[in-house]
């Protein structure tokens, strides 16, 4: 028997779990041949971060990195009693894979970079971990809607940097970039 994960009493064959992150599981789910992520919200304690209502802190993180222009997948629905979310597939390899077989370009990080001048301005902070972005035909998207308030500690040359910088794409954009 296919397992299903319904949104608002509407069925998704489930294809794959896509990963777990600090505020719930997404899943690779399609319906007549078109795909989509649907990720469920759980409640695990997770050490390093505090969480209020964590479907809530989803739309609006969502609707706050819209409202900038950070690329990223649509918010499609939303199922408040399961807290259950649908979104677009982006369809493409995560800046860890690419990192890791060392297949990373130096376009990637002029997009990560117009990224930061749009959330910068905005006081505005991204999980910049890499498994958190997707590359599709070229381009860079946003997967999860996690954003804070803007803390240097936290922006990508504090933080993110230490795990997109191992390549050498990187040390050819830095030679650019002097």
Known sequence: MEETIELNGHPFRVLKLLGKGKGGYSYLVEENGKKFVLKQIHH???????????????????????????????????DKVNERILKEYIDGETIFDLAKNDRMKK??????YA????????????????????????????????CNDYMEEWDFEHWGIQYWSKTPAFLAYLSEHE
């Open 107 to 112: 376009e990637y990080f002029d997009q990560i």
């Open 115 to 146: 990224i930061c001048d749009l959330l910068y301005p905005s006081h505005t902070n991204i999980d910049y971990f890499p498994t958190n972005f997707v590359v599709q035909e070229g381009k860079i998207y946003y997967i999860d809607f996690e």
């Open 44 to 78: 695990e304690p997770c050490s390093y971060y505090r969480f209020g209502d964590k479907l809530q802190s989803e739309l609006r993180d969502y609707q706050r990195l819209n409202a900038i222009g950070v690329p990223m997948p649509k918010l499609l629905g939303v």
